[in-house]
């Protein structure tokens, strides 16, 4: 859709991207009361939801709730899958502020 083209366009300028991003997923991370920690992906196909794609992760340090290791898991996973597999995506959004950024 054009909206789609429009901001997607404007992103990809702004953050230096060569191309529009087509295929965008978002990781994020919950608990419930600092246990049962799982991690999300849930991904985008030209601006629209793409259900297939969504993932589950169950994160490994359970007893241990740490927003940081749970993001760089969750990352890590999906982008070795993703290389394996030939299905990286255009753009990964992480969903947290610049320190789970730098981990």
């Not at 859709?1 to 991207?17: P, W």
């Not at 990781?27 to 991904?43: M, T």
């Not at 340090?61 to 995506?89: C, T, W």
């Amino acid at each position: 859709d054009t909206r789609y083209q429009e901001v997607s366009s404007a992103l990809a300028k702004l953050i230096g991207l060569r191309q529009i991003p087509r295929k965008i997923e978002c990781v994020d991370i919950s608990n419930f009361q600092g246990s049962d920690i799982v991690g999300a992906v849930v991904a985008f196909f030209d601006g629209s939801p793409h259900k297939d794609s969504y993932r589950k992760y169950k994160i490994s340090q359970q007893d241990k709730p740490d927003d940081f290791a749970s993001i760089y898991e969750v990352v890590e996973r999906r982008l070795r899958r993703g290389v394996e597999e030939g299905d990286l995506p255009d753009l990964l959004i992480i969903d947290g502020g610049p320190g789970q950024l730098a981990k």
